[in-house]
């Protein structure tokens, strides 16, 4: 299983665009990389998901380089609301696995 | 549609206590997942299924039996329970097309005094 690392925290004022970075080095041939949000309390919730170069939906991008041993996870124009832990996965997409969550980044965004 | 739900959502219970947390999904969802949160970690896989009648032991499965009777519940038991499983519980489901967007129900809180 590919291991991810992440910064254990950072922080941003609303209305900036926040990038965390995730490494994962060992990463394999079928593996893609997912991340999620946690808010207090409530169980994970799915942002986006990419293979490679670059992934766009409503709520962020996502974006791989070529050697696919890291990726960017980034939030534009960020609010207070954006407060939450961020968790980068990497695993095959489909077939049997095993999910490995790590500690994630916890984001603070300031007024 | 309801999503993920999980019951109960909050129990506390004796050293050596058992009980059964229930997790229920009406996304038919081919995968299901019981993991578990303590404390200013991230979450830990206990054991997951990848379809009706079939478990698998994930990261942290000891004390723990898992059973998957039917698609749409993944019930998590703990047959003697210890302090060392006090944790916040989150049951998962996902498709097998789109196994890496797991949803998430809302948790159980769990105390073993």
């Known amino acids: 299983l590919a291991k991810t690392t992440q910064p254990i925290s950072m922080d941003s004022y609303e209305g900036q665009e926040v990038n965390i970075t995730c490494s994962h080095n060992?990463?394999?041939?079928?593996?893609?990389i997912t991340w999620y949000q946690q808010f207090p309390s409530q169980g994970p919730r799915f942002i986006i998901q990419?293979?490679?170069t670059k992934v766009t939906n409503e709520v962020a991008s996502l974006f791989i380089p070529a050697d696919r041993k890291s990726s960017t996870l980034s939030l534009p124009r960020v609010s207070l609301s954006d407060t939450a832990v961020y968790y980068c996965l990497v695993g095959a997409h489909t077939g049997g696995f095993k999910t490995i969550f790590g500690a994630g980044t916890r984001l603070f965004v300031k007024a | 549609n309801a999503g993920v739900t999980q019951t109960p959502k909050f129990r506390v219970l004796k050293t050596g206590q058992s009980m059964t947390l229930l997790c229920a999904q009406d996304?038919?969802?081919?995968?299901m997942y019981w993991y578990r949160q303590d404390p200013g970690m991230g979450l830990r896989l206990i054991h997951y299924?990848?379809?009706?009648?079939?478990?698998a032991k994930g990261e942290v499965p000891d004390g723990y039996n898992v059973s998957r009777l039917k698609k749409q519940n993944f019930l998590l038991g703990l047959e003697s329970a210890a302090p060392s499983q006090t944790s916040v519980y989150f049951c998962a489901s996902s498709s097998r097309r789109e196994r890496n967007e797991q949803f998430f129900g809302p948790g159980t809180r769990l105390t073993v005094l």
């Open positions: 060992n990463i394999a041939t079928n593996d893609y």
């Open positions: 990419g293979y490679k």
């Open positions: 299924s990848v379809g009706e009648g079939t478990t």
């Open positions: 996304m038919n969802h081919e995968y």
